[in-house]
């Protein structure tokens, strides 16, 4: 779908066009979301984050849950017809395992203890919306955590950065100093994978107003 059309009348009475972009609506309540998309000048018109059902289905493997969740938080969002919606999923898989986000401490120590000294996979996957049709792609990430002695993991968790973090760590807080190597897309790792996110918006026809 093209911009809209804007005609504007100058005070001189001659008339000119102009294009504007849709409106962005942003179907994540992440705040790592949104200061990613700030760093490349994305700034939603409004934020509605979706209520979905997050539950995996029974075996269903970690990369065709999170595309599956990302297109459902895109399809859940009120918007209008003409409106561009951007949602996101971030996954976080030990082999087959997905390690969602940890309901408390223990939880999000025991993710911790299965990620200590071993590499998992991180995969973000992103839909843009406008109207009937969505754009998607996903990354994947391979993380490698050091190992984790009793002192360190309970300093982290006394942090309480795990809390609504896939996996229970987030690579841009206190949890970056226990990744000594990743392969991949950093931002994806954050949350949302920004080259192959700018590549969806322009398909769906947002562009930033200058």
Do not use: N
Request: a positive charge; charged letters at 25%; hydrophobic letters at 45%.
């Amino acid at each position: 779908m093209g911009k809209a059309l804007l005609t504007i009348q100058d005070t001189s009475g001659a008339m000119t066009q102009g294009l504007i972009s849709p409106r962005l609506i942003l179907g994540s309540a992440s705040p790592r979301r949104r200061d990613l998309l700030s760093q490349i000048g994305v700034i939603p018109d409004d934020i509605r984050p979706p209520d979905i059902d997050e539950t995996p289905a029974k075996a269903e493997q970690p990369r065709p849950y999170c595309i599956r969740m990302a297109h459902e938080k895109a399809l859940a969002v009120e918007a209008d017809e003409c409106d561009v919606v951007l949602s996101a999923d971030t996954t976080v898989a030990l082999g087959r395992r997905i390690l969602g986000k940890p309901a408390d401490a223990a939880e999000a120590g025991a993710f911790l203890r299965a990620l200590s000294g071993r590499r998992h996979s991180v995969i973000t996957a992103v839909a843009v919306r406008r109207g009937a049709r969505v754009w998607q792609r996903d990354v994947l990430t391979k993380v490698r955590m050091k190992r984790l002695d009793d002192a360190e993991l309970a300093a982290y968790l006394a942090t309480g950065d795990w809390q609504g973090k896939a996996g229970g760590y987030g690579i841009q807080g206190p949890a970056g100093a226990l990744i000594p190597w990743i392969s991949g897309s950093f931002t994806a790792v954050v949350g949302l994978p920004l080259a192959e996110t700018a590549v969806l918006l322009r398909a769906a026809g947002w562009r930033a107003q200058v």
